[in-house]
Nanobody, 124 residues
């Protein structure tokens, strides 16, 4: 069974940067597409970034394009989300997700495993 645990969230000021981590246990992430989603209070879960297993496709939401970078470590056990120039609108609980397919998707319905989420709060 795949388990995902996010970390790295916290409270920062607008303009700061954060790196979120998603560590896998039970299994490696071999052949899994990975993604990050976020959800703010009173809003629906929204797509942030996704990366195919083969690295042939990387997707970013328009709201974070140019400010976010999704990556994976060499051991294929951890996925990261680097966020620069953070804005108050980025405040949300961030979730990592894994899909048992190599092709990345942007819909939450296409992902099989989820972490518990990590809170990111950006103050102006």
């Amino acid at each position: 069974q795949v388990q995902l645990v996010e970390s790295g969230g916290g409270s920062v000021q607008a303009g700061d940067s954060l790196t979120l981590s998603c560590a896998a246990s039970g299994r490696t992430l071999s052949n899994y597409a990975m993604a990050w989603f976020r959800q703010a209070p009173g809003k629906e879960r929204e797509f942030v970034a996704a990366k195919s297993w083969t690295n042939t496709k990387i997707y970013y939401a328009l709201s974070v394009k140019g400010r976010a970078t999704i990556s994976r470590d060499s051991a294929k056990t951890t996925v990261y989300l680097r966020m620069n120039s953070l804005k108050p609108e980025d405040t949300a609980v961030y979730y990592c997700a894994a899909r048992r397919r190599e092709i990345a998707r942007m819909s939450s319905e296409d992902y099989d495993y989820w972490g518990q989420g990590t809170q990111v709060t950006v103050s102006s």
